[in-house]
């Protein structure tokens, strides 16, 4: 592996931990790991590094722009995959971004089924998809849909799968 596939692993692992303990994708893990990201690609590309870095966080954001936007993911989970656009570039984000996806549908699957939530769960999507779709996409924030307030609404932690669907790339093509 190489160092800008080293430096990205070890920040995909710290941001693991801190979604899973604090359900949070810290700036102080992903700030430093951008400035790293910078610095090792201008070393590698030269000042074609700095393309390639700017490019790569904006693709990374603008992926996750929408469901930011739309209340289903935090900032932190946006910030994280602009991270892995800083160090990898836009091809590369581009198969995490599907590798995280899939992996958070796993994810959501599986802990639907545990909480034996998954019929309810589909029925409260399709829902919000008909009202979304009879109000011509003028409701933006499909999370205040819920008939129940949103005080019981659980979330994933999606940091936790942009991580891995990234580390999987990371294995895979490398």
Request: with cysteine; proline share 2%; hydrophobic share 60%.
């Given at each position: ?12 692992l710290?941001?693991?931990?801190t979604?899973l303990?604090?359900?949070k994708v ?9 400035l790293?990201?910078?610095?090792i690609?201008?070393y ?6 700095v ?15 929408i ?5 289903g993911?935090g ?7 602009g ?9 590369f ?10 992996v958070?549908?796993a ?8 909480k ?6 589909l029925?409260?999507?399709g829902r919000?998809?008909?009202?979304f ?8 924030n499909?999370?205040?849909i819920?008939d129940?307030?949103g ?7 999606y940091?936790l799968a942009?991580?891995?669907?990234t ?8």
């Open positions: 592996m190489r160092a800008v596939d080293v430096t990205l692993f070890g920040a995909l710290m941001c693991c931990y979604d303990k604090y359900r810290l700036n102080i893990i992903i700030f430093p790991a951008i790293a990201a910078f610095i690609n201008v590698l590309l030269g000042l074609e590094g393309a390639f870095c700017g490019k790569g966080i904006f693709v990374g954001l603008a992926l996750l722009l469901p930011y936007i739309l209340g993911i900032a932190g989970d946006v910030k994280l995959l991270m892995v656009g800083a160090f990898k570039g836009t091809t984000v581009l198969y995490a971004f599907l590798a995280a996806a899939l958070g549908g994810f959501a699957i599986i802990f639907m089924l545990r034996r939530v998954l019929l309810s769960s029925l409260c999507i919000a998809i008909k009202v779709l009879i109000s011509q996409f003028k409701i933006w499909l999370a205040r819920d129940n307030d005080n019981d609404f659980e979330t994933l932690p940091g942009i991580s891995l669907g580390m999987i790339c990371l294995l895979w093509v490398s």
